[in-house]
């Protein structure tokens, strides 16, 4: 059984946010609809609507015709992003960039980060057969 392993990850940025990026993370959960009634011994939820979550970040990128990380970029809207956690298996949606950041420290690392809630379906694509 082969690994899913970083090296062989991409993940394509919404349009306007310019980094090299070396982490990314896509999250999905379910909002829990409360039906406890008096009486009721535990707790009871139902299962609501599901919500995601994305953040990438890494070093911006210069030396090339649109180089800016992006930050004032942030759309209403929001803009595709696609992430491949391993060849032949992707992740797709549109996300909102809420936040962004931008860093450096005396070492001379420079990090752009971005995050912020997802709109719509995230599809999945996951051939492990390849």
Not at 50 to 60: I, N, Q, R
Not at 102 to 113: E, Q
Request: with cysteine.
């Amino acid at each position: 059984m082969a690994k899913a392993i970083g090296s062989g990850s991409s993940f394509t940025t919404p349009t306007g946010h310019n980094v090299c990026v070396d982490r990314a993370t896509v999250a999905v959960g379910q909002r829990l609809v409360p039906v406890t009634c008096f009486g009721d011994t535990f707790e009871q939820n139902q299962g609501g609507l599901k919500y995601g979550s994305v953040s990438f970040e890494g070093t911006p990128q210069y030396g090339a015709g649109t180089t800016a990380p992006g930050l004032p970029n942030i759309s209403g809207s929001g803009g595709t992003f696609g992430f491949v956690p391993a060849p032949e298996c992707t992740i797709t949606g549109t996300m909102i960039v809420s936040d962004a950041s931008i860093s450096s420290d005396v070492n001379g690392a420079v990090r752009a980060a971005f995050s912020g809630p997802t709109s719509g379906a995230i599809t999945e694509t996951w051939d492990e057969g390849a």
